[in-house]
């Protein structure tokens, strides 16, 4: 399902959910277009992991968006699990840079003696 949301009248992403069969078969039209997936699956729902990188509009993003071909987004690649683990829903997100800011709240958490990875430059 591809579908564009909406804030304050202008295009905010264009977003691609595919779930399994047996979960979307039950699913409306009228109800994808009016609820989340995450209010409609059948499933109680574990976390989810989403990648975030950016990117270039193409075309057809860029139509849906209502800005230039080519225009700098924020593409989002997400996998949704149930509480078991299993993967329930995998979506593809595009938002124009432009009209997007993430917010990621980074608590705290015990230090490690596992190398954090990070490298001195200067």
């Not at 059948?42 to 992991?49: M, N, P, S």
């Not at 124009?96 to 990621?104: G, Q």
Request: proline residues 7%.
């Amino acid at each position: 399902m591809k579908r564009v949301n909406m804030a304050d009248d202008e295009p905010f992403a264009v977003v691609t959910v595919w779930c399994p069969y047996d979960l979307g078969k039950k699913l409306s039209r009228a109800q994808v277009e009016s609820s989340s997936f995450y209010n409609l699956i059948d499933r109680e729902l574990g976390g989810a992991t989403q990648t975030i990188g950016a990117d270039l509009a193409t075309t057809e993003e860029a139509k849906l968006l209502e800005i230039p071909a080519g225009s700098p987004v924020l593409s989002c690649d997400r996998v949704t699990t149930d509480v078991n683990g299993k993967a329930v829903l995998v979506s593809h997100h595009v938002f124009p840079a432009m009209r997007t800011n993430f917010v990621v709240d980074l608590p705290s958490v015990p230090p490690s003696i596992a190398p954090t990875g990070l490298r001195l430059v200067d």
